[in-house]
């Protein structure tokens, strides 16, 4: 019993002194589909889905689906068709058989726990309900993050609709005021940010245009989140944008330290 709790106490002083920042992502992850406004009674879409230098380029590494959760516009959840993964990007279908927005999401969670066992370091992975068990007795140096991830795109068949496109209440999420699926060129567009249902404040947006291996300039800005979470953009050009936040939280009290990111993929009209 001793021996449990004296554990119980390391493995929370161990956590409680994370505090050394993440590493930043080298690769930008992104979720890219054919088109995302179309008409008609049904319609497919195809999608790519990859990690590059360049968004939209697939020269890195094809994107693990495993978290693949497509919302349709009824609320309900639709199946992806002909999956592969290639080499350097992972692609499927989606049959668009209901008129409204659908929400086509990649949704990661969990926690990475290093240390130390008889001075070999270590490195383990799995869900926070996993971790006390999984964490051998004997221990040392251990340092855990929580991290969730949302990497996602929407289209729409006929009329745009809001039902697929409620928040989950579980890491960063974009929560339109202007439709996803309803950006112009030369038009302003305001989304909302939040993390865990509660607004993401001061948090930096990067956004780029795809199309950068044929011109010099990577067109990229960064916006920064109202204290309700909104930001603004104005789109310079039509065009496939790729638009990133991200934010750390680091350990405080028996709390270990989190971190979250969201990538997400727009179409700009003309």
Known sequence: MKKSIARTLAIGAALAALAAPLTAQ???AWLAPTATVLSGSDAWVGFDAGMSNGVFIPDHAAMNLAGLVITAPDGSTAAPENMMRARYRSSFDLHLTQAG????ANVMSGV???YKENGEQKRWRGTEAEMAAAIPAGATD?????????IETFVTLGAPSTTALAPTGKGIELVPVTHPNDLVAGEAATFKLVRDGQPAADLDV?????????RDNPEEMTVKTGADGSFTVTWPEAGMYWMNASVRTPAEG???AA????????EVLP
């Open 26 to 28: 080298a690769h930008r």
């Open 101 to 104: 927005t659908w929400r086509v």
């Open 112 to 114: 990475v726990v290093s």
């Open 142 to 150: 251990v340092s855990a993050t929580r991290s969730d991830s949302r």
């Open 206 to 214: 990067t956004i780029a245009r795809g199309g950068t291996r044929y």
């Open 254 to 256: 028996t709390q270990m």
């Open 259 to 266: 971190s979250a990111q969201y990538n997400g993929v727009v």
